[in-house]
């Protein structure tokens, strides 16, 4: 009986991390059914009517407003183009790096790391004339090669790491058997390149999914805009 007491006592602060945690998200899911008035009558989610139409009018958007069912296929746009330019580019520049010498890939990998650390602010206004002169402003794929381009510096510092330390017996057996460099890192390097490629992916998925600044810029108009730019626009929208 005392062990079972001791144990039980041992998992209350567990409990409490759990519920300290959960509760937010819970809440939140509770007042995604709530109208204003039912907000502040029952802020804690409970009591009060629910509305499910909530949901439907913020997938349809408010009147003169897109809605969530265009954010998120200009979303889905934009990140698919971000993905395939920041992994391709960026995991390929960053394996051939490991084939330069040390003071080559040291110079190169600090131009990558210089440019993570430039200000945004600082190109805003510059990306922005590129895109007006290019036809580019309202266009979430054209935008998408924006986010890959910022996403570079990330891409390449990260799986640089990772390629530093690949097997080089796998590339030694790869060249025995006639293969050249690309060829080793698409058929032997790549596959094997799954955990890092995935980890990179999710960190540049996030930085789309929450990226403004340049969106707001360069996504005007409201049947273009993504997630992050478009549920700006629900702010002031159901207020009364």
Request: proline letters at 5%; hydrophobic letters at 55%.
């Amino acid at each position: 009986m005392a062990r079972w007491f001791w144990k039980a006592l041992t998992q209350i602060p567990l409990v409490v991390w759990t519920v300290l945690c959960v509760g937010p998200f819970v809440l939140i899911i509770l007042l995604s059914f709530r109208n204003n008035a039912d907000i502040f009558a029952h802020p804690l989610g409970i009591g009060g009517s629910y509305h499910t139409s909530n949901f439907s009018e913020a997938w349809q958007g408010p009147a003169g407003i897109a809605g969530m069912s265009t954010y998120l296929p200009n979303t889905v746009v934009a990140a698919a183009v971000t993905l395939v330019l920041s992994l391709t580019v960026g995991s390929t520049a960053a394996y051939f790096a490991t084939k330069m010498s040390a003071r080559a890939r040291r110079l190169l990998l600090q131009l990558f790391l210089v440019g993570s650390v430039v200000p945004f602010v600082l190109i805003i206004i510059p990306m922005y004339q590129l895109y007006n002169a290019l036809h580019g402003v309202n266009i979430p794929a054209a935008v998408g090669i924006a986010y890959g381009s910022l996403a570079l510096p990330t891409t390449v510092l990260v799986m640089s790491a990772f390629y530093a330390d690949f097997p080089q017996d796998l590339i030694d057996a790869a060249a025995v058997d006639g293969l050249g460099d690309f060829s080793t890192y698409v058929r032997v390097v790549l596959p094997l390149s799954k955990g890092a490629l995935t980890g990179v992916s999710v960190l540049v998925l996030v930085y789309v999914w929450n990226e403004t600044q340049l969106g707001v810029v360069l996504l005007q108009a409201a049947t273009s805009q993504t997630v992050s730019v478009g549920v700006l626009g629900f702010q002031g929208e159901f207020t009364t």
